[in-house]
Nanobody, 118 residues
């Protein structure tokens, strides 16, 4: 069993920035797939960004709506995945969830609320 704890959400004005963090209860150094997803009210959960690391090489993938604004990164020494969010828009408002895949099993955090409002 893996526990994931997200933090860093909050209320921010349009154009502002937030940095989300997700701390895992186990080492993520050998975890190939990590990601951030979000779910807005009345909508399905959607992919925001993923980072896949195989044999020392990492590849990132972003939803079109966040490309150029969001950056996903991993800190294996701290068992942490970050999501740097810049130039936030109203439509980025959602609950953001951290996800890791270990031996084919999906683990999710409890989510952190991000609200973009003026």
């Amino acid at each position: 069993q893996v526990q994931l704890v997200e933090s860093g959400g909050g209320l921010v004005q349009p154009g502002g920035s937030l940095r989300l963090s997700c701390v895992a209860s186990r080492s993520i150094s050998n975890v190939e797939h990590l990601g951030w997803y979000r779910q807005a009210p009345g909508k399905q959960r959607e992919l925001v960004a993923t980072i896949t690391s195989i044999l020392g090489t990492s590849r990132t993938n972003y939803a079109e709506s966040v490309k150029g604004r969001f950056t996903i990164s991993r800190d294996n020494a701290k068992n942490t995945v970050h999501l740097q969010m810049n130039s936030l828009k109203f439509e980025d408002t959602a609950v953001y969830y951290c996800n890791i895949v270990v031996w084919g099993v999906d683990y999710w955090g409890q989510g952190t609320q991000v609200t973009v409002s003026s």
